[in-house]
């Protein structure tokens, strides 16, 4: 699939956002608002979005805080990552870490075979996310009851992983400022 990976505006992310996570977006230890991540979209040949990264950094650790390819299947998740991965390694990151839920099977099996550890489960945390969020069901992907936050993690100084993929010219973000 030709495409392309840019930076994209903290108005994008805030759309984004309000129409497909409800804001903010609640992590194990932070609530996030549009204005506190940095993030890239992946655009078609005809520049449209088909997938969004963003990322908070704090000193030389980041977090990775939404990763939605609109389409599954097509590898636009696999790009996102490594333009972001590429992306914090530039500005000097050691550590990323990433949450998703106990639900997200399909997640949890894409981190974990791109080098990701879990380092954390946060049992339960899903009521904490439902007192501020009351609207985010009981039960997730396949009738799953939705309890926990599971938090994983990568050492961005070591090699990236056999997961990974090169990332050709024309899908690496531009630098951003």
Known sequence: MEGRIEPVDQEYIRHYWAAHWGLPVVSIDRVYQPEDVSGLVWRDEWGEAQGLITWAIDGDSAEIVSVDAFQQGRHIGGRLLDGAEAELRRRKVRRATIVTTNDNLRALAFYVRRGYRIVRVALDDMDRVRELKPGVPKL?????????????????????????????????PETFA
């Open 140 to 172: 997730g992907s396949d009738n799953i009851p939705l309890r926990d936050m599971i938090q994983l993690e990568k050492d961005l100084t070591e090699a990236p992983s056999g997961g990974s993929r090169r990332i050709p010219e024309s899908a690496r």
